[in-house]
Structure formats: C-alpha cells, structure tokens
C-alpha cells in the first residue's frame, strides 16, 4: 500500500460555471430530455428527437458517452455505432464510495496524507479533501476500485445492504491505520459506473490518437463530431480528455484556434 499528499478538490465547479456561461451566452439546456433518435432532417441536415422536442441542425456535436449512446436510436446514431471504431471502446467499471463522518478522525489521528493506497483491501485509493466545500462536511470518498474483481465484490456486498458496505470499510481502513479509532459513518453512498473512462480493446488495429482523429468526423461526409473522454481514450479519463476533444472538435469543425488540443 501506500500514501501521498495530494489535494483533492471538487470538479463540479467548472460543470456549473460553463452552464452558467452558456445560458448567460444564449444556449437553451434541456436537462430533462434525453435523445431518443439521430435521422436525417428534412429542410435541415439533421433531425435530434427527444419526448416533447424536435430539432434541426446542420451540425451536430454529440457528447454522448459510448455506453449511453448505445441507447440512442435513427439512421445517423445507428451509422456512427457500426463504425470499428466506436466498437473497439471499451468501458471501464468502477465503483466510488463516499461517506459522511461526525468527526474527522484522520486528523484526531494526525494523518496528515490526502489519497493513500492499498492492495490488502478492496476500498484500493481513499481521497481525503482539503477544500473547504468537501472538508467543512468531513466526507471522503473512502472506496475508488476499477479493478474488475473489486468492482464485483462492491456490486455483491452493495446488494446486502449499507451495513455490509460499512462494515467491510472499516475492515479495510483498520488494515491502512492500526490502532486509529474509526467512528461509523453518518452517511454511504456508493455509486457504480458501468463505464467510468475508456480504453481502446486489445488487438484494435487503432490507436489513441486514431481514434482521437476519428472522433472528429466519424461519418465521412457529414457535419457531426464526437467529444468526451470516450473518444479521447489516452487514459486522461473524466473532464481532462472531454476538454481535450472538445478543444480538438471547435479546432478543426468551427475554425477556432484554441490551445491545449490533444497532441
């Protein structure tokens, strides 16, 4: 196992100030709408289909994760998910715990790390905040497990219940620390991503920055691109690569020169 200190902040900060720079800017969100069909549009290029709306577009950028868009339907959705590229995304599941403490009992205990690791237990990385927003609630996202035998065990122990869940944390965490005093938690709440980042399968005759490329024009002919972490798999996962791709699509689909595209 083993520790580092390291700083742990919210990244929700920047979903929300983007949405409140897009609305000042004009841009309507529907939150509540998901796409059921990607067609062929009549008087428009293209035609987006959710319950109560209709919209047309001649150019269409699809944020879509790969294992959401599998549930997208149309001729166009259906055209981008024949293509080998997007067959060869591979997702990857992870599990994350987070739990409210009454007390933040590793400073009681004078542990001064922020994430620590272990292979002795399945809770494998806990993060330790030290933002304000995270730290003034003393919650910690005690269990992150990609593994695939861990995601399994958490799956399992879940379906018995929160007690389980506790439980079994705090026989981990007795493992990291002997001797600390570790109070049950206020609150647990465990999440489980089908596919939380993505990789490119083994044997793809594509690389990351294939699949990167492809991303910005997956259907040749046509105004449509793909952003997210799905379609920059290099292993930078989360909001890092759905910046980057994002970056690379305005680069070269809207003329902009921005920097820190992917290399």
Aim: charge should be positive; charged fraction near 20%.
């Amino acid at each position: 196992c083993c520790t580092a200190s390291y700083p742990v902040g919210g990244m929700s900060a920047f979903i929300n100030g983007m949405e409140a720079r897009a609305l000042k800017s004009g841009v309507r969100i529907f939150k509540g709408e998901p796409v059921i069909e990607i067609d062929k549009g009549f008087g428009a290029r293209y035609r987006i289909s959710t319950t109560n709306y209709e919209v047309r577009a001649n150019k269409i950028v699809i944020a879509a994760a790969p294992e959401g868009f599998k549930w997208v339907g149309g001729a166009v959705a259906e055209q981008i998910k024949a293509q080998a590229q997007f067959q060869d995304l591979i997702g990857v599941k992870v599990v994350t715990v987070a739990q409210w403490w009454p007390t933040a009992w590793w400073q009681t205990a004078g542990i001064t790390e922020r994430r620590a690791w272990t292979t002795e237990h399945c809770f494998n990385a806990l993060e330790i905040p030290v933002n304000a927003y995270a730290a003034d609630q003393k919650v910690t996202r005690t269990v992150y497990d990609d593994s695939y035998a861990c995601t399994a065990f958490w799956e399992a122990t879940a379906k018995r219940g929160t007690a389980a869940v506790e439980a079994e944390i705090k026989r981990g965490l007795a493992y990291m620390y002997p001797g600390v005093t570790i109070p049950n938690p206020v609150k647990t709440h465990v999440q489980l991503w089908p596919a939380a980042w993505y990789f490119v399968k083994a044997g793809s005759p594509y690389s990351n920055a294939d699949i990167a490329q492809w991303a910005l024009k997956p259907l040749a002919g046509e105004d449509i691109s793909l952003v997210g972490d799905g379609y920059n798999p290099q292993r930078a996962g989360w909001s890092d690569g759905a910046y980057k791709s994002s970056i690379n699509s305005l680069n070269a689909n809207f003329g902009m020169n921005l920097p820190n595209a992917t290399a």
